[in-house]
């Protein structure tokens, strides 16, 4: 199983960016997906997450409102769409998938990670 993240990039405040995740894997299927982010000597935090069925999405009080995660089956991805970009949202973004039907909001509860992609936001 293999998850690709990528979209980051150097935005200024008040900017967008829509990070995409897309998973590999013969006879792998999430149950559900989530965004975290790891700014520099901090540990890594929750951002967001659904279930890929749809019914259930949760996010980050510091995010709410101006993230948007969703996911298309078809191509297999997950996407983060980013507006109202903060300083305080840079950090090195991951995605995460687990093998369980239900949101979660601890990097314990993920059974696989992505790479993880930058996003700078400048003031």
């Known amino acids: 199983v293999q998850l690709q993240a990528s979209g980051g990039g150097s935005v200024q405040a008040g900017g967008s960016l829509r990070l995409s995740c897309t998973y590999s894997g013969r006879t792998f299927s999430p149950d559900a997906m989530g965004w975290f982010r790891q700014a520099p000597g901090r540990e890594r935090e929750f951002v967001a997450t659904?279930?890929?069925?749809?019914?259930?999405?949760e996010y980050a009080d510091s995010v709410k409102g101006r993230f948007t995660i969703f996911r298309t089956n078809a191509w297999k991805t997950m996407y983060l769409q980013m507006n109202s970009l903060k300083p305080e949202d840079t950090a090195v973004y991951y995605c995460a998938a687990r093998r369980l039907a239900a949101t979660a909001r601890t990097t314990s509860a993920y059974d696989y990670w992505g790479q993880g992609t930058l996003v700078t936001v400048s003031s």
């Open positions: 659904l279930t890929w069925s749809g019914v259930r999405e």
